[in-house]
C-alpha cells in the first residue's frame, strides 16, 4: 500500500500570513486528495488534483484560498492563504492505491494547524 | 440533512465487550462503504472495505451494509484497550475504478478500559 508523508505535522501561524503543507507518496498515484478535518466535524473534501491538471474543488473551496500544485505523480502540496483562525484544522492528503484486487485510499498522518 | 451520520459518542467499553458502531446515510448512490480508524494525531487508517450490502468479517471486526436501510455497521468482538481510537465510517459513489470523493461521519470516539 502507499506510503504518505506530510510536512510539517503540525504549525502555528499568523492571522494574515499563508502556509503550504507538502505531501509525498513513495509511488506513483494519479489521483491525489485533500481532505480538512475540523474539529467535531466529518473530513470535507477540499479538492482533487491530478498530476498535469488543474485542480477540481469541492463546493464551499475556492483555489485562491487554497492553491495546490501537482508537478508529478508522487507529489502535491497544498496552500492555505491569508489565514483567520477558522482555518485551524487538520488537513489531510490522501492516494488511492490498488490493493488486494480493490481500489483502497489511504491517508497520510496530517498537518495540525492553529491559526492565532 | 448530512449526507453521512454517525454518532460521535464518546463510547466506553470494559475489555472484551462487544462494540457495535453504526452509521446511517442519505444517499442511495453510495456503493463502497469503508471503515477507517484514527488514533489521535494520526491519520485515517483503513480497517474494512465493503461494496453494495451483505457481511464482511476480518478477525475480529466485521462490517455489515443494509442497502435497503441506508444503514452500516462495525462490530468489534473481545474489544481490547488498544482498540481504543476514533472510528469514521466513508462511503463512496460508483466510479468505476476510482473511489473518488469519500463522504465521511463525523467518528466515533472509542475508549476499551481494562
Known amino acids: 500500500s502507499a506510503v504518505i508523508s506530510q510536512k510539517p505535522s503540525r504549525d502555528i501561524c499568523q492571522r494574515g500570513t499563508s502556509l503550504t503543507i507538502q505531501c509525498q507518496v513513495d509511488?506513483?498515484?494519479?489521483?491525489m486528495f485533500w481532505y480538512r478535518q475540523q474539529p467535531g466535524q466529518s473530513l470535507t473534501l477540499i479538492a482533487t488534483?491530478?498530476?498535469?491538471?488543474?485542480?477540481?474543488?469541492e463546493s464551499g473551496f475556492v483555489i485562491d484560498k487554497f492553491p495546490i500544485s501537482r508537478p508529478n505523480l508522487t507529489f502535491s502540496t497544498l496552500t492555505v492563504s491569508n489565514m483567520s483562525p477558522e482555518d485551524s484544522s487538520i488537513y489531510l492528503c490522501?492516494?488511492?492505491?490498488?490493493?488486494?484486487?480493490?481500489?483502497?485510499?489511504?491517508f497520510g498522518q496530517g498537518t495540525r494547524l492553529t491559526v492565532v | 440533512q448530512k449526507e453521512v451520520e454517525q454518532d460521535p459518542g464518546p463510547l466506553s467499553v470494559p475489555e472484551g465487550a462487544i462494540v457495535s458502531l453504526n452509521c446511517t446515510y442519505s444517499?442511495?448512490?453510495?456503493?463502497?462503504f469503508m471503515w477507517y480508524r484514527q488514533y489521535s494525531r494520526k491519520g485515517p487508517e483503513l480497517l474494512m472495505y465493503?461494496?453494495?450490502?451483505g457481511n464482511k468479517e476480518d478477525g475480529r471486526f466485521t462490517a455489515q451494509v443494509d442497502k435497503s436501510s441506508k444503514y452500516i455497521s462495525l462490530f468489534i468482538r473481545d474489544s481490547q484497550p488498544s482498540d481504543s481510537a476514533t472510528y469514521l465510517c466513508?462511503?463512496?459513489?460508483?466510479?468505476?475504478?476510482?473511489?473518488?470523493?469519500?463522504?465521511f461521519g463525523r467518528g466515533t470516539q472509542l475508549t476499551v478500559w481494562p
Open positions: 490522501s492516494v488511492e492505491d490498488w490493493r488486494h484486487g480493490n481500489t483502497e485510499a489511504f
Open positions: 509511488s506513483q498515484v494519479t489521483m
Open positions: 488534483a491530478n498530476q498535469g491538471s488543474e485542480a477540481t474543488y
Open positions: 444517499n442511495s448512490a453510495f456503493q463502497y
Open positions: 465493503t461494496y453494495s450490502s
Open positions: 466513508a462511503m463512496s459513489l460508483d466510479r468505476g475504478s476510482t473511489l473518488g470523493r469519500l463522504y
